[in-house]
């Protein structure tokens, strides 16, 4: 009962933000597994310009990343966040109205820009509600609350999809319209919102402001910790793209096996995140993330050990790196962005947060493709040893990092 204790001291605003986070993903979740089905399968859009719209939203939402961190500077958090729920209603619900690969390309980007905004700005807010003791449990809350809506996203969009195909994007609209009404109506302005507001008034010219944004986004140790996210994004994004793969032509898994093992990464998330936040408040936030590049390491190693093992073992071993690589999630989400939160002033936060997540996003798209060239030449077994070079790699650049960030910014209440 005394790690849930510790989360009773986080504010009222907090948990509003999280409930915000909660309902916006679980609209994620409705439409996320159907998404590439209904357009290319029952509207006919043929698969590569798919692929098209599908980078057009990436685009559009790294571009909405880095300005909603410019505005959730310049306006405030609160503002910029109702406003992409607002925004994004009508463009998540046009994704019903779609017919063509020009429309679905064109939606697909616009959807993505207007929640684009969205992340800086709730990150800047939870930094700016939380101290420094605090601001990790604050972060891991909404790790929860993203892991369960798009857990129970999945399966209503489901039930909806099974009734109406067009049923879960018009669904996913009513869900960023019912976050754009609760966050208007419940969320307080940020802590910060007076001090935002008289540095915008003393930002002359549109042309300080850019420039202001460009210090604050070019900070070397925002570029260093960007950095170390593509890495760790480039793990990441091997959960849903080679492994699926290694594990259907390995041991031969039908899509229900699959699902039911991959089920480990939610459920450890929603078991274990706010505890083990909890167990490390105390840790200086790079130790913990080089524990995370261990766990990350230790997880690929398992998937390589089961190449040529029997079966069940080669599964377990699916299952222990499934387990093993969501610890290190539960470490690094919460410890990067709480550290890069305090890397910057408050008035450069919405910024620089910005620029972590476009990494990220950059990682998401380059893991695919490296793991996709080692299966399409045959050497994949080759690809789980570069892996688990880069994951030694990323602990070593924390260590380094280490020597660039203060103790206020490392989180360090303790000597740990």
């Known amino acids: 009962m005394t790690r849930f204790a510790s989360l009773r001291g986080l504010s009222r605003d907090v948990w509003i933000v999280a409930t915000a986070r909660f309902i916006n993903v679980l609209g994620s979740g409705l439409v996320y597994p159907f998404a590439t089905l209904y357009f290319y399968l029952e509207v006919g859009i043929p698969f590569t310009l798919v692929g098209v719209g599908l980078f057009a ?18 306006y405030g958090r609160r503002p910029v966040m109702v406003t992409s729920m607002a ?15 020009l429309e679905f390309t064109l939606v697909a980007a616009v959807a ?8 800086p700005a709730s990150q800047a807010m939870i930094a700016d509600l939380t101290t420094d003791d605090a601001r990790e449990r604050a972060y891991a809350v909404l790790k929860v609350a993203s892991n369960a809506g798009f857990g129970i996203g999945f399966v209503l969009g489901g039930v909806i999809y099974g009734i109406t195909q067009t049923g879960v994007f018009v669904a996913n609209g009513l869900t960023s319209a019912v976050v754009a009404v609760v966050l208007f109506v419940a969320l307080s302005p940020s802590p910060a919102a007076a001090d935002l507001a008289d540095e915008g008034t003393r930002l002359e010219s549109p042309r300080e402001t850019i420039h202001t944004w460009a210090r604050a986004v070019t900070h070397p140790t925002i570029l260093a910790l960007a950095l170390l996210n593509v890495g760790f994004a480039i793990m990441y994004a091997q959960m849903n793209s080679t492994i699926p793969v290694h594990a259907e032509t390995t041991f031969d898994l039908t899509s229900e096996q699959l699902g039911t093992l991959f089920v480990l990464n939610p459920l450890v998330i929603v078991v274990f995140q706010l505890p083990v936040v909890a167990r490390i408040a105390r840790w200086r ?19 390589f050990a089961s190449y040529g093992a029997p079966w069940a073992i080669g599964v377990g071993l699916i299952g222990a790196f499934l387990v093993l690589r969501t610890f290190g999630e539960i470490l690094h989400a919460p410890l990067i962005t709480a550290l890069a939160s305090d890397v910057g002033p408050v008035r450069s ?64 209440l303790s000597s740990t």
Request: with cysteine; aromatic share 8%.
């Open 349 to 412: 936060r919405g910024s620089q947060l910005s620029v972590l997540e476009v990494a990220k996003r950059l990682g998401f798209g380059i893991g695919p493709v490296l793991g996709g060239l080692f299966f399409d030449y045959g050497i994949d077994h080759l690809l789980w040893p570069l892996l688990i070079g880069g994951c030694c790699l990323l602990g070593l650049g924390v260590f380094a990092l280490e020597r660039r960030v203060t103790p206020a910014q490392n989180g360090a």
């Open 57 to 74: 939203n990436s685009v559009g939402l790294a571009v909405g990343t880095l300005v909603g961190g410019l505005l959730a500077d310049r």
């Open 285 to 303: 936030r790079t130790r913990g993330l080089v524990l995370s590049a261990i766990f990350w390491t230790l997880s690929f190693v398992a998937v």
């Open 112 to 119: 993505g820009l207007v929640m684009g905004l969205f992340t």
């Open 87 to 101: 925004l994004g209603a009508p463009a998540l619900a046009g994704y019903a109205l779609v017919t063509t690969a």
